[in-house]
């Protein structure tokens, strides 16, 4: 098998740049919270602080779940505590040989994304195509070092506030 790589999503973002609001999500997307939840699967996912506490149910189940902190004291039941986000991804990646997986996910919040992006070989991209209120941003990443490998269009309808596109991106 090859060595696992680093993912940065799922990731959902206005076209406005917002990804969140009060501690939570801005907006009711069920279809695009199945495609997190198929995507992430069974693969070791690492997040922030807040976005652990931002949880509605902890750990998410079936993968293993990696908190980045600066609280050398914080302890949660159910995941693993780093304060290093290179030992994080290191963690990850062993976790992922050992489950037989090929990708860690990063699934927030926008420091990690930071952090991600430019290590990352493949991007979840969910567009949300409304410009919503939020006081989290997180800013445009050069496409052009990105191919598309993947593009799907959803309307707004029952479980879903907007229209939005799930995207899969790809290093060059």
Known sequence: MTTPILTAGPIARARNGVIGRDGGLPWRLKTDLANFRAVTMGKPVIMGRKTWDS?????LVGRTNIVLT????????????CDDFTD?????KEQAEDDGVDEVCVI???SLFELALPRARRIYLT???ADIEGDVTLNGFDESKWVEVRSQDYPAGEGDDHPFTIRVLERR
């Open 88 to 92: 994080a991804v290191s963690i990850a």
């Open 108 to 110: 927030g919040g926008v």
């Open 127 to 129: 567009e949300v195509h």
């Open 55 to 59: 949880l509605p149910k902890k750990p």
């Open 70 to 81: 600066r609280d050398g004291s914080f302890e949660a039941k159910g995941c693993v505590v």
